[in-house]
C-alpha cells in the first residue's frame, strides 16, 4: 500500500486516489476549461475532496479571475518581486499587505486589491516609485540597488549622440530629494558622457 492511499472514509473499505479532469469554468461571461482536483474512491466510486485539494481549486478560479478582471497573475507578481530582489517579506513592508501577502498573491490564494494591484505596476513602471516606496519602508539596501539598476538601465540605453547625454544628465538628478542615505555610486560612471 502506498503512502498516498488513503480508505474512502464512507465506504471504509476502498481507497481514494487523487485525480483531477478538465472543467468548464465561467466568469463574468468568459469562459475556460481549468481543472478540478479530487479524489475517487476505487470501491464505492465517491469523489471527495481534502481541504488541499480544495485550496487547489480555489487558486485555479481566482486565477481566472485575476485574468479576467485584468489583475497581475501570481507569477507575474513573483516575477516582478524576483527582478526588484526582494523576500515577500520585504515586499510586503515596502507595499504593505501584511506579513502573508505576497505569499497570498503569488500563489493565486487572494486577488489582490486594485490599488495594491496599481501601486505594483507604477512601482515596476516608474523606477523611482520603487525606490521611493523602500526608503519609506527604511529598506536602505533594497533602495541602493534598485538606484543602482535603474542608472544601469538609463546607461545601458544611451546612444552617443549628445542631446541624450543631456537627457540623461536632467534625468539623473534623484527625482526622489529626500534619500540622503544612499551614495549614488554610478554618478561618477556619468562623467564619462560628458
Ligand atoms: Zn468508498
Known amino acids: 500500500m502506498s503512502t498516498n492511499m488513503k480508505t474512502c472514509p464512507i465506504c471504509e473499505e476502498g481507497q481514494i486516489h487523487e485525480t483531477s479532469r478538465e472543467r468548464e469554468i465561467e ?45 497581475l497573475s501570481g507569477e507575474e507578481v513573483r516575477e516582478q518581486r524576483k527582478r526588484w530582489d526582494i523576500t515577500q517579506a520585504q515586499a510586503a513592508r515596502i507595499f504593505g499587505g501584511g506579513p502573508v501577502a505576497f505569499s497570498k498573491y503569488e500563489a493565486d490564494d487572494v486577488i489582490q486589491s486594485e490599488p495594491m494591484d496599481k501601486l505594483l505596476r507604477v ?4 523606477p523611482e516609485a520603487f ?64
Open 131 to 194: 525606490i521611493w516606496l523602500a526608503q519609506q519602508a527604511g529598506e536602505m539596501d533594497v533602495c541602493q540597488k534598485a538606484r543602482k539598476a535603474s542608472f544601469d538601465l538609463i546607461e545601458n540605453s544611451l546612444t552617443r549622440k549628445d542631446d541624450s547625454v543631456v537627457l540623461f544628465k536632467a534625468r539623473s538628478k534623484p527625482v526622489v530629494t529626500n534619500i540622503e542615505q544612499i551614495s549614488v555610486s554610478s554618478t561618477d560612471s556619468l562623467q564619462i558622457a560628458g
Open 123 to 126: 512601482a515596476q513602471a516608474v
Open 27 to 71: 466568469y463574468k461571461g468568459e469562459k475556460t476549461m481549468m481543472p478540478l482536483y479530487y479524489s475517487v474512491c476505487d470501491a464505492c466510486g465517491s469523489e471527495q475532496g481534502d481541504a488541499e485539494q480544495s485550496r487547489k481549486n480555489k487558486q485555479v478560479m481566482l486565477s481566472f479571475k485575476k485574468q479576467i478582471d485584468g489583475f
